[in-house]
C-alpha cells in the first residue's frame, strides 16, 4: 500500500541518505585544524589519561620506586579512535572512521613535538630541534615515584639507548612525588641531574669531609687518589665554634694533602677544591 504522507513536504530539512555519506566523505578530506591535531598528539602523550589508567594498582608503585614503559601504538591509536567515535552515529560513519584512522592518527603523531618545543624558550631548545613529522615508536617512558620530584626542583632528566640519546616529548610532575617523562624510541636508561642552580661551597655530608682535587696543570680537578690504590684522598673542613668557616687553616690543610706549599694555593685552586657540583642519580633498566 502506498503511503498517503509526503515524506518530502513533511520533512523538508530532511537530508538522503547518500547526501549524509557525501558530505562525510567530503568532510574526511578537510585537513584537520590545528588545535585538534595538538590535542589528539596530548592523547598519544598519554596527557588526558588518568594516571589510575596506567598504574592499575598502587602497589606497584610504591614509594621511591621507577618503573619504565613502552606505548603501544596501537593502543593509542585506539585512544585517537575513541575521541573520534563521538562523531560516528552511523554504522557507515563508523566504518569509515575505522578507514580515515590511519591518516587521523599520523596527522596527531606529526604535532607531537611541538607541543613540548612550543612552550620552551629559546634559549633552552636544543640546537638540533627535529619539527619533522616521523616520530620514531615505539614511545617509551617511566614513572617514578620519590622524593626525589619534591627536592629536586626543576629536575633534568636525559634517556639513553645505549649511547644515543632520545628526545624528550613529554615531562610532567602529576604529584608533588610523581614524575612521568615519554622519550622518542626506546631507552634503557635514564639520567637525572639535580638543578645546575645548587652549584655551591660545601662538603658533601655531615661530617664535613670534602674530596681533594688535584690542581697540577693538565688534571685540574681530578680526584686526587692516594698513592698505589683507588681510594681518594679526604680532608675535614674545620670549623670554629661558632660556625665560621677557618679559611686559613683549610688552606693549610688542603696544602699539605696537595704537598704543596700554602703560597701555591690560591684563591681560584681554594675555590676549586670547594666546589660542590650538582648530583645526578642513573637508573637503568633491570637494576
Not at 562525510?24 to 596530548?42: D, F, H
Not at 592518527?105 to 630541534?129: D, G
Not at 652549584?199 to 655531615?206: D, E, N, P, V, Y
Not at 692516594?226 to 665560621?244: F, H, I, L, S, Y
Request: hydrophobic share 35%.
Amino acid at each position: 500500500m502506498k503511503s498517503w504522507r509526503n515524506k518530502k513536504k513533511d520533512h523538508p530539512n530532511r537530508e538522503s541518505l547518500s547526501d549524509r555519506h557525501t558530505k562525510w566523505i567530503t568532510a574526511e578530506l578537510i585537513p584537520l585544524p590545528e588545535e585538534v591535531k595538538n590535542w589528539m598528539s596530548q592523547l598519544i602523550l598519554l596527557k588526558e589519561v588518568p594516571l589510575a589508567y596506567l598504574v592499575v594498582d598502587e602497589r606497584e608503585m610504591p614509594v621511591e620506586s621507577i618503573r619504565f614503559f613502552n606505548v603501544d601504538p596501537h593502543w593509542a591509536q585506539a585512544l585517537v579512535d575513541g575521541a573520534f567515535s563521538i562523531g560516528a552515529l552511523t554504522q557507515y560513519e563508523a566504518v569509515q572512521s575505522i578507514e580515515h584512522l590511519p591518516r587521523r592518527y599520523e596527522n596527531a603523531k606529526a604535532s607531537v613535538r611541538l607541543s613540548r618545543y612550543e612552550r620552551m624558550h629559546s634559549n633552552h631548545k636544543p640546537q638540533n630541534m627535529r619539527m619533522t613529522t616521523e616520530v620514531q615508536t615505539p614511545l617509551s617512558g617511566f614513572i617514578m615515584r620519590s622524593d626525589l620530584v619534591s627536592n629536586w626542583k626543576a629536575i633534568e632528566v636525559k634517556g639513553f639507548m645505549g649511547e644515543t640519546q632520545r628526545d624528550i616529548l613529554r615531562m610532567e610532575t602529576l604529584s608533588d612525588k610523581v614524575l612521568i617523562c615519554i622519550f622518542e624510541g626506546e631507552v634503557d636508561a635514564v639520567r637525572m641531574y639535580e638543578p645546575k642552580e645548587v652549584l655551591h661551597f660545601g662538603t658533601r655530608s655531615q661530617d664535613r669531609k670534602i674530596d681533594v682535587r688535584r690542581i697540577d696543570e693538565g688534571h685540574e680537578g681530578e680526584p686526587l687518589y692516594q698513592q698505589g690504590t683507588e681510594v681518594k684522598v679526604t680532608v675535614t673542613v674545620p670549623v670554629a665554634d661558632n660556625g665560621r668557616l677557618k679559611v686559613t687553616e683549610l688552606r693549610e690543610t688542603l696544602s699539605r694533602a696537595l704537598n704543596t706549599t700554602t703560597n701555591e694555593m690560591d684563591s681560584p685552586q681554594l675555590a676549586l677544591e670547594m666546589l660542590s657540583v650538582a648530583g645526578q642519580c642513573v637508573f637503568e633498566r633491570g637494576q
